[in-house]
Structure formats: C-alpha cells, structure tokens
C-alpha cells in the first residue's frame, strides 16, 4: 500500500509518500522558519496562509520525488490533531478533497503519536517501550505496547521543553528556531557557568512529570542569581547551562520510568530528540536500548504521518468526511495516568 502522508499542524508544509508504513519514496518538507523568524515565534495565521499557498505544489512534489501518479496511492493519512487549527484545516481539507475525487479512503492521525512513529520507519522496533516525546507543543513519558497504544505515564504541568528553549532563545535573542540555536551555541558554552533550579514536584504524584517554569524564569529573570562568579554571562554559556538543565530535567523522570516498569528499551520522538545533548547522553548508556530517528524525520514531516496512518487504513480504520481538526490531541485529554 501507497499511502500520502499530509503534515501542516504547525510552520512545516510538507508532504509524503510511504509503502507498506516502512519505506519512504519521497519525504517533502517545506519550512516556513524564514516567514516567522522576524517575530520570533511561529505566528498562526501567517502559518495557515502559507501551507494554503504551498500545500498542492508540496503534494505534487511528492509524488513526482516518489515517482507515481495520483492514481497510484491507496489512501491518504493527515495530521487532524493537535497543532494550530488553522492550520490542520489546511491539510485536512486537502487530504479529504483530494481522497474524495480519487475515491480512495483517508485518515486523521494524531501528530504527537506520529512522532513516536517515525523511528520505526528506520528501524525495527519491539513492544513494549518507554517512549519519550519531546517537542515544542509536548514533553510525555508513556509506556508503548503499540504503535495506537501509549499509557501516559508523565507530562509536563506548564510549559513543554521545546518551547522553553524557544521562550529561552527569543528573550536572549540567540536565534531562531530557539532549540536549534540553542543546541549550536552550546557546544562553544560552559554547561557550569550557572546552575539552575530543578524542579521540586511532589515525588508521589508527579513522579514522572516535568516541569519548565521554574527553570525559564530563573533562565530570565533570575541569571546572576544562579551564575557561578568565575563564568562569564556570554550567550554560550547562557545555552549551554539552560540546555543541561532542561534535558535533565527530563532524563531525571525518564530514568524513574524506566526502573519502575524495568523496561529498558527507550524511543524518543519530536523536535526536541534532535538535540546533541539528549542524543548523547542517552546513547552512552550502555544498560539501554535507545532509539533515536535521524534528524530529517525529528521535526515535523509527512512521512511518519504516512507511516503511522497506513496501519489504521490497513486496517480499515477510515475516517469519514466529518472530521474535525483539533488543537488538543484527544489521547492525552481522555487518558488517566498509568503509574
Ligand atoms: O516536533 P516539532 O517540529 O514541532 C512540534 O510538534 O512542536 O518540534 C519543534 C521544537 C521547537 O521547540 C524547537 O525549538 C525544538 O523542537 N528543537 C530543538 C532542537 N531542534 C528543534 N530543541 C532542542 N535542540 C534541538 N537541536
Ligand atoms: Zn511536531
């Protein structure tokens, strides 16, 4: 099966075609980070204009880059859920308009599983798993027994960690997109020129969440308070000692996870699974199995969309024209925490 992955719930246009939910035949990413950079920050309805203008030639890309016609595809998957709304309405109006002439079946996929799921387009991945999702919009720790099945096990109570990077990187004016230019700068930085607060969430109910409010204000408001006096306040060292502490932070909670289920095989998804200390540190564990996606399939893409979405269309778990495009992803709203 041939199936067009459709991806635009936030500032990435982009389009795919995968057989099988495993190989991927073309993967079109169209950024808009040259669009939004003047304001630091992706701003929605310059995002949904954009993938208005750029969503059919996006498609058409991708089915000349995987060298098959229209007539070909055996059904469409789009990203319905969460994200900006509208800007899902872009891609899910197309997916349904374009499924609709060619009378094949299309299905809404939730943006955050997908992420999950584009490690398992590199690589043959077992269940169960400790999954974590890191990206701007969310930070979730959850067992995996499937690729439709997460038990949420923790999130964060404010602010996901992308976003922290982001709020972090437009207040000091490092670069845009934040995380990336937070990652860069780091590598020339003191990750000891401040030490920064962890956060103090209650052990029995929080076990397993994050927290990023505390750490973004003393990062803002607080800098000299947490400066070790021999280090400079260069933006190096800002980012390097910032980026420490908030993949720690996470690592902290994924390491609790990870001894209470004594599941010892890892995947991490999202936008934020691109950041070298993260890779790095994860990987030296020699006690784990890690599995990260290649950097091209971290941030948003139509092909792990395709991917997940070929099995429930394997499987005949079509949408119907009704569907809606929704901010929230509906699994973690309905889910009660697994401990
Ligand atoms: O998954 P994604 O493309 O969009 C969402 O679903 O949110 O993730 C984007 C997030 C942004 O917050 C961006 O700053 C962050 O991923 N990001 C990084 C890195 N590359 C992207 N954060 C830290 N280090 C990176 N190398
Ligand atoms: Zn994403």
Redesign the pocket.
Known sequence: MKILGIET??D?CSASVVEEGKHILSNIIASQTEIHKPYRGVVPELASRKHTEWIVGVVQEALQKAGISKQELDGIAVTNEPGLVGSLIVGLSFAKGYAFSLGIPFVGVD?VKA?LYAPHLEYDIEYPYIGLII????TLIGKVENYDQISIMGSTIDDAC??A??KVASFYNLGY????A??RLSKKGNQRAFDFPFPSLHKGVHRYDVSYSGLKTAVVNQLDKFRNKQYEKTPENIAASFQKAAIEIVLSRLKLAIEDTGIRRVVVG???A???YLRETLKSNRDLEVIFPSLPL???NGAMVAGLGYHYLAESRFSDLGLNAYPRASFISQSTIAT
């Open positions: 719930s936030c990435e943006h992420h990206s701007g919009g969310h992308g976003e990077f982001d997109p934040g995380g990336v937070i990652d999202g936008g934020v691109a950041n070298s971290c941030t948003d």
